[in-house]
């Protein structure tokens, strides 16, 4: 099975800078100003992480649990093919599945689009009451981050605090954006624990 590049190899290619200890050890990634401490420790942790969730439910008694845990390792975590963003604008069906240590939880499909505005291409959680909006920053050819925040139902959108230049707020969304085989999927670290996959399809 073979391993996807880390989002440290991507920065390193997407030439962002690095902290003076970068070449001693694994390297300490410097995000950008925008991104706050805390979410650029979820975001360096996240394939790591996720592939011990992953791993962990790969064992469970339940075949069905053991399935989607695979499927969903092929997809998050195996190397993608590049992403394009003329391929990622337009409508889509989105179905968020939320990954813990215990079980797989998945929902229907809901309306999300993704289009480009002079600030970049901006993702939004059109439908349902669990919303999130924000703009993707490209890592690489293969990956880009997400930068948002979270709202319910039909109130206003709420932007990343650090493209405010406010302080951290609960609302804030970062994730990770990649290929897959029927459109994309984005995963999200969550505030208070576990993981949120979107995956999207046509």
């Given at each position: 099975?073979?391993q996807?590049?880390?989002l440290?190899?991507?920065?390193?290619a997407a030439?962002?800078l690095?902290?003076?200890?970068?070449?001693?050890?694994?390297a300490?990634?410097v995000?950008?100003?925008a991104v706050n401490a805390?979410?650029?420790?979820?975001?360096?942790?996240?394939?790591g992480?996720?592939?011990q969730v992953l791993d962990?439910?790969q064992q469970s008694?339940?075949?069905?649990?053991?399935?989607?845990?695979?499927?969903f390792?092929r997809?998050?975590?195996e190397?993608?093919?590049?992403?394009?963003?003329?391929a990622?604008?337009?409508?889509?069906?989105?179905?968020?599945?939320?990954?813990?240590?215990?079980?797989?939880?998945g929902?229907?499909?809901f309306k999300?689009?993704v289009r480009?505005?002079p600030?970049g291409?901006?993702l939004?959680?059109?439908?349902?009451?669990?919303?999130?909006?924000g703009y993707?920053?490209r890592?690489?050819?293969?990956?880009?981050?997400?930068v948002?925040?979270a709202s319910?139902?039909?109130?206003?959108?709420v932007?990343?605090?650090g493209l405010?230049q406010?302080?951290?707020?609960?609302?804030?969304v970062?994730?990770?954006?990649?290929?897959?085989?029927?459109?994309f999927?984005?995963l999200?670290p969550?505030?208070?624990?576990?993981y949120?996959l979107?995956?999207?399809?046509?």
């Open positions: 099975m073979t996807r590049c880390t440290a190899t991507a920065l390193l030439g962002l690095l902290s003076p200890l970068a070449f001693a050890e694994e300490a990634i995000w950008p100003a805390a979410d650029q420790q979820r975001l360096s942790a996240l394939d992480e996720v592939k962990q439910l008694e339940d075949e069905t649990t053991r399935d989607e845990a695979l499927n390792y997809i998050v975590l190397d993608p093919e590049p992403l394009a963003d003329a990622l604008t337009g409508n889509w069906k989105c179905r968020s599945v939320q990954v813990g240590p215990e079980a797989l939880y929902y229907p499909n999300c689009s480009q505005t600030k291409l901006f939004e959680k059109i439908s349902g009451s669990q919303r999130i909006s993707l920053q890592l690489d050819d293969k990956q880009l981050v997400f948002g925040g319910v139902n039909d109130d206003p959108q932007g990343y605090s405010e406010a302080a951290a707020r609960e609302s804030d970062v994730g990770v954006v990649r290929n897959s085989h029927d459109g999927v984005l999200v969550e505030q208070f624990g576990g949120n979107f995956r999207f399809t046509r």
